[in-house]
């Protein structure tokens, strides 16, 4: 089976949360990797709601520190520390993120503290890299430095589960050997590598937030799996999103279509969308059909 990663839309508003939206909060979950994108104000009683442990959180991506995409994290951490949260927790975001991490800790007295580490992005590219996946970062244009990310699971080389069962393979050394390309020798029978393994593709999943548009964008989330895009204004606003360092939902279905991503997922809803967002949402299906709108706490595997 597949590999997949999940996404849980923790906070979905745009600068000024609503009664149904709350700050911008989006957490991906992959093969026991729990990464959090953003974190907005009340995005730990949003854990809650989602019936999801913080404790679990793996990594912080922090695309820019406007208030209503940074002011739930004093609360996190301090929440981690009195849950007795060990592990080294890393954060990344943009340029100034270690100065207003020193300003965080001047300004509130925090309890048990636990360890942390503070990565500051000053350059595009790849910034954490394992066996199975890596994490990218590319600057958006916005009035205040900010970074886009992508998470790229590589191309992998599966083994056969049912084929495995049938041959009655243990684990261990030899299906390591199989996956590497080897054939191998079990119980005086050649087994061929080609013959119990397979190759799954990988895929990106790319999240866009707060920017205004630019050259930059379709080449950082070409044929992603999933873009997480801003939508913080309608369609016929993008002189005003020009202003406000913003995008419309057409410019993101734009983005969509020229980029050959796969699906769109729309967020960063401003309050004065109101109730015209599904009418909105038809001017972006006009661009780009595979366009979702998601609501907090929608949850989605990708």
């Not at 839309?9 to 939206?21: H, Q």
């Not at 809650?48 to 820019?64: E, S, V």
């Not at 790319?206 to 930059?216: A, G, H, M, P």
Request: charged letters at 30%; glycine letters at 6%.
């Amino acid at each position: 089976m597949a590999s997949k990663a999940k996404l849980v839309f923790l906070g979905t508003s745009g600068a000024i949360p609503t009664e149904d939206r709350n700050h911008t909060a989006i957490l991906l979950n992959y093969q026991g990797e729990n990464i959090l994108v953003d974190c907005g104000e009340g995005t730990q009683r949003q854990f809650r709601k989602a019936k999801l442990n913080p404790g679990k959180i793996t990594k912080i991506l922090i695309t820019h520190w406007h208030g209503d995409h940074v002011l739930g994290l004093p609360g996190l951490l301090q929440t981690l520390a009195l849950s007795e949260y060990n592990k080294e927790l890393t954060i990344y975001g943009p340029k100034g993120t270690k100065k207003f991490f020193k300003n965080i800790f001047k300004t509130f007295v925090f309890v048990n503290r636990f360890p942390l580490k503070i990565v500051e992005l000053n350059k595009d590219g790849r910034f954490f890299e394992n066996d199975e996946f890596y994490l990218e970062s590319k600057k958006m244009v916005h009035n205040a430095p900010c970074n886009a990310y992508c998470f790229v699971r590589k191309d992998d080389i599966r083994i056969d589960k049912v084929k495995l069962k049938k041959l009655g393979l243990p684990s261990g050394p030899l299906l390591q050997r199989l996956k590497k390309g080897e054939d191998v020798k079990y119980n005086s029978k050649n087994i061929f590598s080609k013959d119990v393994t397979f190759e799954e593709k990988g895929f990106k999943i790319c999240f866009v937030l707060d920017t205004k548009n630019n050259k930059s964008i379709v080449p950082f989330v070409k044929d992603a799996k999933a873009l997480v895009c801003e939508a913080t204004f309608e369609a016929g606003k993008e002189e005003l999103a020009e202003n406000r360092y913003h995008l419309t939902i057409k410019q993101a279905a734009e983005i969509a279509k020229d980029a050959d991503v796969k699906e769109l997922i729309l967020t960063h809803i401003s309050q004065r969308q109101g109730k015209n967002v599904e009418e909105n949402l038809k001017e972006a299906h006009k661009i780009f059909k595979k366009t979702s709108l998601v609501d907090d706490l929608f949850v989605m595997e990708i």
